[in-house]
């Protein structure tokens, strides 16, 4: 008997990027993806417990629905936000309810659109600020995949040198703050963080960075006007929980 095959279908996922601070040989350049359909065996990612424990789950279930040929480290978080928006839709459909104040929402995720974003130079993940009270001038990047399993890294190693530390805001900004005053040794870097980075600067920072970076807009406004996050709750991809 032939065996008989299946050609799942896919879709072009549009980055929140663009794709504007990924170098040109990085393929993320192009500013798009291509994914495949959720199956019953993506599903069984969903109920890995080892995933679940080490907290990977997310991340194994769109490094398997991606089908373009990507290192899923170089992935930006806002570009990897709208590609897991996207898994949700292809995997249990546009509608999403969620609780918020009480009451049930439900909302279309395929109207969700993207920040508008725009590059200083393209192919360069790095921008300029200007801490306002101190003046300081300094370099970011915004952080990807693969940052962010260094950042947890050396959280998880300072947390068995020292278990009732828990540095995890000022280690972040270590790997977010690229230069200070055009000096880019980590020494430096690390040093101000610890040492002369005003709270009131560093709040400032991580505000315009969540303003201004690409990202997918999860913004929901309620019928009396009331704005808040769209929750990525246990029921985004456990609908039935």
Avoid: C
């Amino acid at each position: 008997m032939d065996q008989v095959k299946h050609d799942f279908p896919t879709e072009i996922i549009e980055l929140p990027s663009q794709g504007l601070i990924y170098p040109e040989t990085n393929p993320l350049s192009q500013g798009k993806i291509e994914m495949r359909y959720m199956t019953a065996q993506h599903e069984d990612i969903l109920t890995n417990q080892t995933y679940i424990q080490k907290g990977t789950v997310l991340d194994k279930l769109l490094q398997a629905l991606i089908v373009s040929k990507i290192d899923y480290n170089d992935l930006i978080v806002g570009d990897k936000n709208a590609i897991m928006v996207a898994a949700r839709i292809l995997g249990y459909g546009k509608d999403y309810t969620f609780e918020y104040r009480g009451e049930d929402y439900t909302v279309d995720l395929s109207k969700l659109d993207n920040k508008p974003f725009t590059a200083k130079t393209k192919g360069v993940n790095e921008f300029d600020y200007t801490l306002p009270s101190t003046g300081v001038n300094i370099t970011y990047k915004i952080l990807t995949h693969g940052d962010e399993q260094k950042i947890q890294n050396e959280l998880e190693g300072l947390k068995k040198l020292s278990p009732n530390s828990a540095p995890e805001l000022s280690t972040r900004l270590k790997y977010i703050i690229t230069s200070v005053n055009g000096d880019r040794e980590t020494k430096t870097i690390r040093e101000f963080v610890d040492k002369y980075l005003l709270a009131r600067d560093s709040r400032e920072l991580r505000n315009h960075i969540k303003e201004t970076q690409p990202d997918i807009d999860l913004t929901f406004t309620t019928e009396n006007g009331s704005a808040t996050d769209i929750p990525i709750s246990v029921r985004f991809f456990w609908p039935d929980f």
